[in-house]
């Protein structure tokens, strides 16, 4: 079989698309302080060294304007890419390798925040850190341990939700933080879904310990338990990729309602059973409205809407990117999609809306707040 032995990486990464959005970027921060970019993963087709230091390469542009990047890793990162052996790319072994040379590739303090503090043994992989008033946790859903044995896609592990809850729980009753903002590449609830159902897209196994009667998907239970997470705490607002499309939906009390809780096994004890197990009975409902913010496209192909009745308060299906403005008490959500058929890049506003007091408010796409 004939193989290029020294491919060119780029072709894996839509540079068209990542360079408009460089621009778009630039042009949009305009002077403002504290301005950085939060990249939700899939940044290529396959992860690897070569690759990821072709996407530095790539948004380079933002660095040079002194734009900070910080990325969350998305499953296409774990795809260890080997020109000759892609069919194995997400063997565990071959994405343990990935995630370490992810690892390397992304540090502070360009590509990672400066003041991050991370999850142990989770290194530039599951971090938070803080600006102002508000508080940023990314999460990983797609950890590999150090013996590749830990590789369930699209499942946060009992250490991370733990870790999640911790962080969330010390920042409770700190009056200087007005805002908490979670971040990843893993959607909670499925938008290419017919119902919004719980993401369980990936890990179709029972998680260790269920029965057969019992199959609840890993994935489907930690994203159970991190929305319940998300809903105890207040958070402000969840942004993910993965879906290629935007789509946002404001998750509000009795929308959702799942039987997954009595189907899972004890959470363990890296997990505090006592805080939690109030929150999983499937008499569960939410009490804060939180917007579930998809915005999953940076250059891959876009998904198409055909049989989609998941309901939402803005989508589109094109390139997007959405900007934060955080003032006083008040968020503001600006999104605006990029490119089409035609090869056009200006930015165009799709979608704007506002959160105040766990109050979300759809805008008119007027212009940018001042």
């Not at 690892?103 to 503090?117: L, N, R, Y």
């Not at 938008?191 to 269920?210: F, I, Q, V, W």
């Not at 969840?238 to 309602?257: K, L, T």
């Not at 004890?266 to 999983?280: A, H, M, N, Q, T």
Request: aromatic fraction near 14%; glycine fraction near 8%; hydrophobic fraction near 35%.
């Amino acid at each position: 079989m004939n193989y290029d032995p020294t491919p060119d990486y780029r072709k894996y990464i839509n540079t068209t698309a990542l360079g408009a959005l460089n621009n778009a970027l630039i042009e949009k921060r305009q002077g403002r302080e504290g301005f950085f970019f939060m990249f939700l993963g899939d940044m290529a087709i396959y992860g690897g060294a070569p690759i990821f230091n072709t996407f530095k390469q790539v948004m380079s542009p933002l660095k040079d304007s002194g734009i900070p990047m910080y990325p969350a890793i998305g499953n296409h990162e774990l795809r260890f890419f080997q020109y000759k052996e892609t069919k194995k790319a997400e063997a565990p072994a071959r994405a343990l390798r990935a995630q370490q040379a992810y690892q390397a590739a992304f540090e502070p303090p360009w590509t990672m925040p400066s003041d991050a503090s991370f999850l142990k043994d989770y290194q530039n992989l599951a971090y938070t850190f803080r600006r102002g008033s508000s508080v940023f946790v990314v999460m990983d859903a797609f950890y590999v341990n150090e013996k590749a044995e830990l590789y369930k896609k699209g499942y946060y592990s009992d250490v991370q939700l733990k870790w999640l809850q911790d962080t969330l729980e010390g920042y409770k009753n700190d009056t200087t933080v007005t805002h908490r903002i979670i971040i990843s590449h893993q959607p909670v609830f499925d938008a290419s879904g017919g119902n919004g159902r719980l993401y369980e897209r990936y890990d179709k196994h029972p998680p260790p310990g269920s029965t057969k009667d019992r199959p609840t998907a890993a994935s489907t239970r930690s994203n159970w338990i991190m929305w319940a997470l998300l809903d105890t705490y207040k958070v402000d607002a969840f942004f993910s990729g993965h879906s290629h499309f935007y789509h946002r939906w404001n998750v509000v009390g009795g929308q959702f309602r799942h039987k997954y809780g009595q189907d899972f096994p004890p959470l363990g004890s890296e997990f505090d059973v006592s805080d939690i197990k109030r929150y999983i009975p499937d008499t569960k409902v939410w009490e804060t409205t939180i917007p579930h913010v998809v915005t999953g496209s940076c250059g891959a192909e876009i998904t198409p809407f055909d049989g989609n009745n998941v309901p939402a308060a803005a989508r589109a299906g094109e390139y997007n990117f959405a900007i934060v403005y955080v003032k006083g008490g008040t968020v503001t959500v600006d999104v605006y999609s990029y490119g089409d058929d035609n090869g056009l890049w200006a930015p165009k506003m799709i979608d704007k809306f506002r959160i105040e007091n766990h109050l979300v408010t759809t805008l008119p796409l007027n212009p940018e707040p001042t």
